[in-house]
């Protein structure tokens, strides 16, 4: 057993992208097994409706008429357990990918999402834009994304700490992204995925542009700057979370314009600040251009015109959640709602105490036991001040997104929309690897094994839960 387990960690050394392309393969292989038997729809028949006798209208329009072209998909050209990971809002992204959105209720999922399927779905498939094509190409997408953006956080965390440590932490930052309680909305027609990704994605670039270098700031450093807020507004179409990220660029213009106080304005600093402004804006045209697309098709100046095309910031998106799903703050703190806050409780805990833990600019020299690790760790890129600065800022967006999961949101979501967040990886990597102990309310807790056991069979059974149409969703 001993020899074995070497045998993988030199492998996992050597070749950590094939070993993170293993377990991959294994995790979501286990999951597909996992949906493919689950008892099935019980709960909601929305999916067999619409795959076999749904109209060109809606997820929950029957019809008597049957598209033979989803038929023959579900017999022949997919195996039966791809049905089961078309449930609850896959529904709507799958119709919406087919034949844009429709009714205004649609306009709470992530439109770079349904157009970035319907256009793949177009080009792959030479002009065929079935239902059933969409499906396909959503869940192909999921896959797809979720492996890269498995390589992206090994990248980034290996950026940010360093050295033969680094690697390591990477390494287990990596594995805990594969088995996150997000579980099978990874693979599913969802939006999560693409998320992280472009999420780990506009963090990378931002880490990269960020570095500090011996000839000072250039304009590639600022150009990546601009890059990562590209990256972070693609990331908001998605999903409208992302826009959470503006905050990084607000801290880095707070901290520029108490620079210029003391030490005066300079070419860098000012260069900085624009770009620092421009990747601002781009995150925010993440959440505009589809609010300004809705705009323009509800809103003609006529008294026919929707209630919020009235309001003093017309956004078709805050009114659906508004209207359509009650999103508001303390409305879900009901008493029937208390199962789902128990089972968002452990993410929730996660994302608290680990954006705590980076806001205290933790101790991340090596420990005792990693002492032999090469000089300069952590952060090879930019010392451990720079680390524990990025680690700061990378917070801050978790942290604001736990208060409002609690507070505001449909709180059961947390634990598949805090996939695409970096510092709990992090975190959680730092117990398995050399702080197995923390101390909560005065008192040491050895948590690392309790976790990563409550992510796996939590993500196993709620494979199972959402191939059968049941909550949480």
């Not at 992208?17 to 286990?30: E, G, M, P, S």
């Not at 660029?249 to 620079?259: I, K, M, Q």
């Not at 968002?344 to 680990?354: D, H, R, T, V």
Request: aromatic share 12%; with cysteine; proline share 5%.
């Amino acid at each position: 057993m001993q020899r074995q387990r070497r045998r993988w960690e030199a492998f996992s050394e050597s070749s950590p992208t094939r070993a993170l392309l293993c377990i991959f393969v294994i995790w979501k292989a286990l999951l597909l097994l996992v949906v493919t038997l689950s008892p099935g729809p019980d709960y909601d028949t929305s999916t067999l409706l619409l795959l076999h006798g749904g109209d060109d209208r809606g997820p929950s329009s029957p019809s008597s008429r049957t598209n033979g072209g989803h038929r023959v998909w579900l017999s022949r050209g997919a195996p039966h357990g791809l049905e089961k990971l078309v449930r609850w809002d896959a529904i709507y992204f799958a119709k919406i990918s087919e034949r844009g959105y429709l009714y205004e209720q649609e306009w709470a999922f992530g439109w770079g999402f349904t157009r970035l399927i319907a256009l793949s779905t177009k080009v792959g498939g030479k002009g065929n834009t079935s239902l059933s094509a969409e499906i396909n190409t959503g869940i192909a997408i999921a896959h797809i994304a979720h492996l890269f953006s498995v390589i992206v956080l090994y990248r980034l965390t290996e950026l940010m700490f360093g050295g033969r440590r680094g690697r390591k932490l990477a390494f287990i930052a990596s594995v805990l992204h594969i088995i996150t309680p997000a579980g099978v909305f990874l693979s599913a027609p969802y939006a999560e995925s693409l998320f992280s990704l472009l999420n780990f994605s506009g963090h990378l670039i931002y880490a990269t542009g960020s570095t500090p270098s011996r000839g000072g700031r250039s304009w590639g450093n600022d150009l990546l700057l601009v890059l990562s807020g590209a990256a972070f507004g693609l990331a908001t179409t998605m999903r409208s979370n992302g826009l959470l990220n503006g905050i990084i660029y607000l801290f880095d213009v707070a901290s520029e314009l108490r620079s210029l106080s003391r030490n005066g304005i300079g070419i860098a600093n000012a260069r900085k600040i624009v770009a620092l402004g421009v990747a601002g804006v781009l995150v925010g045209l993440g959440t505009v251009i589809p609010q300004w697309i809705a705009y323009l098709e509800y809103c003609s100046g006529t008294e026919s015109d929707r209630p919020w095309c009235r309001h003093t910031i017309p956004s078709v998106y805050t009114w659906v959640q508004d209207h359509y799903w009650n999103v508001g703050f303390m409305r879900y703190w009901t008493f029937s709602n208390l199962p789902l806050f128990a089972l968002a409780g452990p993410m929730l805990s996660i994302l608290g105490l680990s954006a705590i833990w980076a806001l205290r600019r933790p101790n991340i020299r090596p420990a005792a036991r990693t002492k032999r690790v090469a000089s300069p760790a952590p952060g090879a890129a930019g010392g451990e001040s720079f680390t524990r600065t990025q680690l700061q800022k990378f917070a801050m967006p978790q942290l604001v997104l736990t208060i409002l999961a609690l507070t505001t949101y449909h709180v059961q979501i947390i634990t598949r929309i805090s996939s695409g967040y970096v510092v709990w990886y992090w975190w959680l990597a730092f117990l398995i690897s050399e702080e197995p102990q923390i101390v909560v309310f005065g008192r040491k807790w050895n948590l690392a094994k309790p976790i990563v056991r409550w992510m796996v069979v939590y993500a196993i059974l709620q494979s199972g839960l959402f191939a059968s149409f049941l909550p949480p969703a």
